[in-house]
């Protein structure tokens, strides 16, 4: 299992890669799996730990990004004819090693940070072996495993029956997450608002959201940890994701429904996928019609919300999911369908005895 090294697997706050990561690592072990988890050195896993980074670049600025990815990844692929399969959690750095080795290399496509980084993917298409975090995700011009969803221990979000009295934003503060949109929607329809996560673009904090704390109930509550995140999940009306980009796939939005809480996002991106409109949240174009949805939302039954997490987005079907893909790739079986028409179908993994048993 080859991690980001950005975080700590799992990560003490943000860092979903490495949550999928962890969630996935601890879940094959579950199972019986033998895995070798490569992240940094303060990981915590049940798995064997091989770390080459004292601990993530993105919380230690001594640990230098380029330096220690590269030590990183060589380390995994060094050791690839131990293994069965590797399964690249990492980005699209790993799919340059990957002809240098006979161990087949999964890769897990968590959305495209830029145009950029296609000519990599495209490459590589011939034997990348890609898995989709989602359908709206999937690129035209790759060829595709699976779709497979991310999925998370509903045990972890406490489910709470009766609405909260406050909006919640929670995410990466940044243009693309739409926070300033958030405070609008809060601000027209006389609520409170609690806006939660990194800064990952420090000017649009200072000119689009700082000038509104403390006013009208809006705060700040900063990065929050696991307690804190679902605490805040669970106590909110309801989460305000309006986002201005195709969102790959957006775990705060499947934490928010386990807690209970309906989520009310823009129609982009994987959002259609998650949330169902009219049901676990709303899915609307534009302020306004965010607006109102906060007054409708509180209608919605939040055990509704829980029990399509319940149905949909659990780790142990994640895990069950990349098992028996795993399983049919290290045993050499075919592609999930042919490569010429895989490309724009949805091929989620089907779940057999192969994914229960190592």
């Given at each position: 299992?080859?991690?980001?090294?950005?975080?700590?697997?799992?990560?003490?706050?943000?860092?979903?890669w490495e949550q999928v990561a962890s969630t996935l690592t601890e879940g094959l072990v579950?199972?019986?799996?033998?895995?070798?988890?490569?992240?940094?050195?303060?990981?915590?896993?049940?798995?064997?730990?091989h770390a080459e980074a004292p601990t993530g670049y993105e919380e230690d600025p001594g640990v230098d990004a380029k330096v220690h990815e590269g030590l990183h990844i060589a380390a995994a692929f060094e050791r690839a004819g131990e293994f069965d399969v590797i399964s690249n959690q990492f980005d699209f750095l790993p799919l340059t090693f990957s002809r240098l080795v006979r161990t087949p290399v999964v890769t897990t496509i968590h959305g495209f940070s830029s145009e950029a980084i296609l000519p990599v993917y495209r490459a590589y298409d011939d034997i990348g072996r890609y898995v989709a975090i989602?359908?709206?995700?999937?690129?035209p011009d790759l060829g595709y495993e699976a779709t497979i969803h991310h999925g998370i221990d509903p045990a972890r979000f406490t489910?709470?029956?009766?609405?909260?009295?406050?909006l919640l934003f929670l995410g990466r503060i940044?243009?693309?997450?739409?926070?300033?949109?958030?405070?609008?929607?809060?601000?027209?329809a006389g609520l409170p608002l609690v806006i939660a996560g990194i800064v990952q673009d420090e000017s649009y904090f200072r000119d689009r959201v700082q000038?509104?704390?403390?006013?009208?109930?809006?705060?700040y509550a900063g990065p929050v940890g696991p307690a804190e995140r679902d605490a805040l999940l669970g106590?909110?009306?309801?989460?305000?994701?309006?986002i201005g980009f195709a969102e790959p796939f957006g775990l705060s939005v499947v934490e928010a429904l386990a807690t209970g809480t309906p989520v009310i996002a823009r129609p982009l991106g994987s959002m259609p996928e998650i949330v169902r409109h009219g049901r676990t949240g709303y899915l609307v174009d534009?302020?306004?019609?965010?607006?109102?949805?906060?007054?409708?939302?509180?209608?919605?039954?939040?055990?509704?919300?829980?029990?399509?997490?319940?149905?949909?987005?659990?780790?142990?079907?994640?895990?069950?999911?990349?098992?028996?893909?795993?399983?049919?790739?290290a045993g050499g079986g075919p592609s999930a369908i042919s490569r010429s028409s895989r490309s724009g179908t949805s091929t989620t993994a089907n779940r057999t005895a192969a994914s229960l048993a190592p």
């Open positions: 299992m080859l991690a980001s090294i950005a975080h700590r697997t799992p990560p003490r706050g943000y860092g979903p579950a199972l019986g799996h033998d895995v070798t988890l490569f992240a940094t050195a303060d990981s915590i896993t049940s798995a064997r730990l989602s359908d709206a995700d999937r690129h489910f709470r029956p009766d609405p909260g009295e406050h940044h243009p693309d997450k739409g926070t300033h949109l958030a405070i609008e929607v809060a601000r027209r000038p509104h704390l403390g006013r009208g109930g809006i705060s106590g909110a009306l309801a989460l305000l994701h309006l534009d302020v306004v019609g965010a607006v109102d949805a906060v007054r409708r939302v509180a209608s919605l039954s939040r055990r509704d919300c829980r029990d399509d997490v319940e149905a949909r987005f659990t780790a142990g079907r994640m895990v069950a999911d990349y098992a028996t893909l795993f399983s049919r790739i």
